[in-house]
């Protein structure tokens, strides 16, 4: 019998393990940028010198 891997551990590839922590990251860098925003009152990209 196989058994399903773990959904949270770290595995390389297109994986649903892979595709998990990929939405957790975006989720976390999103809300850093709403974040930098509303403390600082200016956008990412001018954060970053870009604009």
Request: glycine share 12%; proline share 6%.
């Amino acid at each position: 019998m196989i058994e399903p891997q773990p959904r949270n551990r770290w595995n390389w590839g297109f994986t649903p393990s892979a595709e998990n922590w990929n939405g957790r990251l975006a989720m976390i860098g999103f809300i850093s940028a709403v974040v930098l925003e509303l403390t600082t009152g200016q956008g990412v990209l001018h954060f970053l010198g870009i604009i």
